[in-house]
């Protein structure tokens, strides 16, 4: 089982970063390291993970950010929280943010991978990875994003990379508010200001291409982001 599971770490100490990478390593598991949050939540997205070892005290997105920003994407990738605080409200906060396990600095390695081998006995095989899925109906649109093809039954439209990224992510999320910065993140790697204009310019654009559909829209919801909308009447 271990040598199949993939296993994103993101954890700024790199010296205990690598101590923990090269213990799971020596389990059989492949393990990406990262080094803060903004890059977690990238790396995240550029393929699909088994499990993610979190620190909660990061640079440019703290752990429990990081996590809620995958469970909007993923609701099933269990996640292992690692901290120097013990305080019961820390780990509240750590399971309320959709973690599945916490532990408290200085740990056992040892324990670490007894517990990451037990969370995977019970979730590896267990539901599709929302992530995995490529294809999507979208009201009278057939929506293939890895073949970046938008067809209706009147055109077909060969998408860029960039667009096919922010339209899946709003089927992923069909009939939910996206928020701007998740989209930012996932697709740019970034939330700065001049990117997010690029990102309005990129929404303008999928709403012309779905205009042959008058029952598909593109909600602007004022100050929080987008829902992609299919009124199925």
């Given at each position: 089982m271990s040598e199949k599971a993939t296993i994103l770490l993101v954890e700024d100490d790199m010296n205990l970063g690598f101590v923990v990478q090269d213990a799971l390593k020596r389990k059989g598991y492949t393990v990406h390291l990262v080094r803060d949050g903004k890059e977690g939540l990238k790396k995240f997205n550029e393929q699909p993970y088994d499990l993610c070892v979190l620190d909660v005290m990061l640079p440019g997105k703290d752990g429990f950010s990081l996590a809620e920003d995958i469970r909007l994407t993923n609701a099933l990738?269990?996640?292992?929280?690692?901290?120097?605080?013990?305080?019961?409200?820390?780990?509240?906060?750590?399971?309320?943010?959709?973690?599945?396990?916490?532990?408290?600095?200085?740990?056992?390695?040892?324990?670490?991978?007894?517990?990451?081998?037990?969370?995977?006995?019970?979730?590896?095989?267990?539901?599709?990875?929302?992530?995995?899925?490529?294809?999507?109906?979208?009201?009278?649109?057939?929506?293939?994003?890895?073949?970046?093809?938008?067809?209706?039954?009147?055109?077909?439209?060969?998408?860029?990379?960039?667009?096919?990224?922010?339209?899946?992510?709003?089927?992923?999320?069909?009939?939910?508010?996206?928020?701007?910065?998740?989209?930012?993140?996932?697709?740019?790697?970034?939330?700065?200001?001049?990117l997010g204009r690029s990102l309005d310019v990129f929404i303008s654009r999928l709403r012309k291409y779905l205009k042959l559909d008058p029952k598909v829209q593109i909600v602007n919801v004022h100050g929080v982001g987008f829902k992609l909308v299919v009124d199925r009447a």
């Open positions: 990738v269990p996640i292992v929280f690692l901290t120097a605080k013990s305080q019961t409200e820390d780990r509240i906060a750590g399971f309320k943010a959709g973690g599945d396990d916490y532990l408290t600095k200085p740990f056992s390695h040892e324990e670490l991978v007894l517990r990451i081998e037990a969370i995977l006995r019970r979730t590896l095989g267990k539901g599709e990875d929302p992530r995995n899925r490529e294809r999507f109906e979208v009201g009278d649109y057939t929506f293939d994003h890895r073949n970046l093809m938008l067809s209706h039954p009147a055109e077909e439209r060969k998408l860029t990379k960039k667009e096919a990224d922010v339209l899946r992510l709003l089927c992923l999320h069909a009939d939910q508010v996206l928020p701007r910065e998740l989209v930012l993140n996932m697709v740019w790697g970034d939330d700065t200001y001049f």
